[in-house]
C-alpha cells in the first residue's frame, strides 16, 4: 500500500484551515484513536493509556457510541476527549456536500463535540469549508499504517517513533482490523515516547 507516514508540509500549505500539528515549542504529541469505540478493543485502550497517564482523543463513529454507550462512557469518565468522525464512517469525495453534511449531524445527535475528523482524512472543498464553521477540523502529521494488513506491529511502532516530534498527532484505529497491529504498536510507542521525555494530551 503507498501512503505516507508523515505528512507533507504541501498538504499543511494548502489546507491551512485544518489542523496538522500543535506546537513544535512543547514535548508533547497528541494520540489519536480512530472509528471506535468497540467492545473488543477501547478498554483495552484506555487501560494501558492509563498505565502511562496518557491522555488520548477518540474520534467516535455515531453508530459505534450507540452500539458501545459503556465504552463511550469509559473514554469520557478517564478524561479522554471524543471527536465526530461521521455516523457511518461516510467518505467525503464518494458523497455529495449535502449527503455528508447529513451523516456529521446525524453524529452530533449521538453526542457533542467541537473537533472533527473526515472518515479516510479525505473530503472536498465545499466539504471542509462548511464543517470547518462548526468544528475544528483535527488531520494529523504521523500515520501508525496499523490498519494495513501487509504490516507487523514492529513497523507500524517504528513508523510512529520515527516521525513523531514534538506537537504531532498521532492516528492509531480502535477497530478490528488494527487489532493485531495495535496491540503490538502502541505499547512500544508508548514506553518509547515516554521515555524520550513525551507527555501524551488530548485535544480540545
Known sequence: MNYLYKTPTLFKWYYPNLVWNFSREEKCVYLTFDDGPTKEYTRWIVDLLEQFNAKATF????????ACPEEFE??????????NHT?????????SLLSFLRDVRKCKSVFESKLFRPPYGRMTRKQSTAIDKE????MWDVLSGDFDLSLTGDECA??????SENGSIIVFHDSKKAAERLKIALPMVL???SREGYIFKAIV
Request: proline share 0%; hydrophobic share 40%.
Open 87 to 95: 455516523y457511518n464512517h461516510l467518505g467525503g469525495l464518494e458523497n
Open 59 to 66: 474520534f467516535c463513529l455515531g453508530k459505534n457510541a450507540l
Open 74 to 83: 469509559l473514554i469520557v469518565s478517564k478524561g479522554h476527549s471524543i471527536g
Open 158 to 163: 517504528k513508523a510512529v517513533i520515527n516521525n
Open 191 to 193: 514506553e518509547t515516547l
Open 135 to 138: 468544528y475544528k477540523i483535527i
